[in-house]
T-cell receptor, first 112, second 114 residues
């Protein structure tokens, strides 16, 4: 089974609203990363949060990490139509060097 | 910099045929990897390499071979294609340090095996 599981699987919102998606994982990590994939394209790195960090910001993105609950959340504020994409969490697992593990993703649709 | 370049973008094979998916990066990254993406399953790691001459298996290596003769190139070989290998394949590279900071992805190869 996968290390990371995103929730929800799909999310539909209107422009200007906030989008929140969650990622749960199973084993100890060095860091957790979020990636975006536009339809038919490769993945693009968005943000990384280390295991000793609790919150991180980058532009309209806010990521939190709760290692006690083995979960992370990605918040996109003031969504735009261009934010329509699939979002994946990926974990760099302790003692599993070289094997970044991805979840199944959250598909986000932002309507004008 | 071109980043990570994958060829071809699309390929159709018949069962039993062989082919090589090409991946090249011009960022002098030590680490390169291959993932496959299937609907509803995210990305699964096939093989990876931490430098020229060094390769290792990922989560789903069966049916695939890799080699790393140069830092720039990391081809993925399908020796006898099967319908179960129909998928989108992504190559990615990175410069790992203490951990994996960031993967750079190619644009993918969509493979259909009939």
């Amino acid at each position: 089974s996968q290390q990371g599981e995103e929730d929800p699987q799909a999310l539909s919102i209107q422009e200007g609203e906030n989008a929140t998606m969650n990622c749960s994982y199973k084993t100890s990590i060095n860091n957790l990363q979020w990636y975006r994939q536009n339809s038919g394209r490769g993945l693009v790195h968005l943000i990384l949060i280390r295991s000793n960090e609790r919150e991180k910001h980058s532009g309209r993105l806010r990521v939190t990490l709760d290692t006690s609950k083995k979960s992370s959340s990605l918040l996109i504020t003031a969504s735009r139509a261009a934010d329509t994409a699939s979002y994946f969490c990926a974990t760099d697992v302790v003692d599993s060097w070289g094997k970044l593990q991805f979840g199944a993703g959250t598909q986000v649709v932002v309507t004008p | 910099n071109a980043g990570v370049t994958q060829t071809p973008k699309f390929q159709v094979l018949k069962t039993g045929q062989s082919m090589t998916l090409q991946c090249a990066q011009d960022m002098n990254h030590e680490y390169m990897s291959w993932y496959r993406q299937d609907p509803g399953m995210g990305l699964r790691l096939i093989h990876y390499s931490v430098g020229a001459g060094i390769t290792d298996q990922g989560e789903v290596p069966n049916g695939y071979n890799v080699s790393r003769s140069t830092t720039e190139d990391f081809p993925l070989r399908l020796l006898s294609a099967a319908p179960s290998q129909t998928s989108v394949y992504f190559c990615a590279s990175s410069t790992p340090g203490r951990g994996f900071e960031k993967l750079f992805f190619g644009s993918g190869t969509q493979l259909s095996v009939l």
